[in-house]
Antibody, heavy 120, light 107 residues
Framework: EVQLVQSGAEVKKPGESLKISCQASGYSFTAYWIGWVRQLPGKGLEWMGIIYPDDSDSRYSPSFQGQVTMSVDKSISTAYLMWSSLKASDTAMYYC?????????????WGQGTMVTVSS | DIQMTQSPSSLSASVGDRVTITCRASQGISNFVAWYQQKPGKVPKLLIYGASTLQSGVPSRFSGSGSGTDFTLTISSLQPEDVSTYYCQAHNSIPPPFGEGTKVEIK
């Protein structure tokens, strides 16, 4: 079964760093892009960026460029989303997702989401 | 960047009703539109891609149409389990924007 399993909920303080994970299974990890989607509390979906695990080629939405960093560890089929200095406005649900094929395709496989809460 | 404008933002309909949600792109995007369903507290689910191709396992009461800038998602006979927020997404460029969402409730 193709699935993406994300790390658990996080509660952090402003200014702290954070790395959340998304572990893939059931398919060739390096053959498909992995994307990240943010959902602020009670709001809609926002496409953040996408990374190709085979060579770490990455594309960011302008809204998130410089705010987060995507990475992968091919040896454990895991993608990461990292913040160096969290803000309260980063409080949201974050989903990893796999597009049907290429980087432009819609996401047909989704992780269960990681809730990130940033509060002093 | 392309922008996707959905309407209405919410609607209430009776079980069995035909429901239509529209999405307008700020520029022509051929047929590169996807539709997602997100049930309350759940993960989004892909319903339709390429404007009209039903994702595997999606009930046939869902259909999509459109090309260029104007697209529609239709539920032919609304069921209680269709209570959700529905999002369109352009999928021909980076970033591929989502619409703002349409919340569908049962009257």
């Amino acid at each position: 079964e193709v699935q993406l399993v994300q790390s658990g909920a996080e509660v952090k303080k402003p200014g702290e760093s954070l790395k959340i994970s998304c572990q893939a299974s059931g398919y060739s990890f390096t053959a498909y892009w992995i994307g990240w989607v943010r959902q602020l509390p009670g709001k809609g979906l926002e496409w953040m960026g996408i990374i190709y695990p085979d060579d770490s080629d990455s594309r960011y939405s302008p809204s998130f460029q410089g705010q987060v960093t995507m990475s992968v560890d091919k040896s454990i089929s895991t993608a990461y989303l990292m913040w160096s200095s969290l803000k309260a406005s980063d409080t949201a649900m974050y989903y990893c997702a796999r597009p049907r094929w290429n980087r432009y395709d819609p996401f047909d496989i989704w992780g269960q989401g990681t809730m990130v809460t940033v509060s002093s | 960047d392309i922008q996707m404008t959905q309407s209405p933002s919410s609607l209430s309909a009776s079980v069995g009703d035909r429901v239509t949600i529209t999405c307008r792109a700020s520029q022509g995007i051929s047929n590169f539109v996807a539709w997602y369903q997100q049930k309350p507290g759940k993960v989004p689910k892909l319903l339709i891609y390429g404007a009209s191709t039903l994702q595997s396992g999606v009930p046939s009461r869902f259909s999509g149409s459109g090309s260029g800038t104007d697209f529609t998602l239709t539920i032919s006979s609304l069921q209680p389990e269709d209570v959700s927020t529905y999002y369109c997404q352009a999928h021909n460029s980076i970033p591929p924007p989502f619409g703002e969402g349409t919340k569908v409730e049962i009257k």
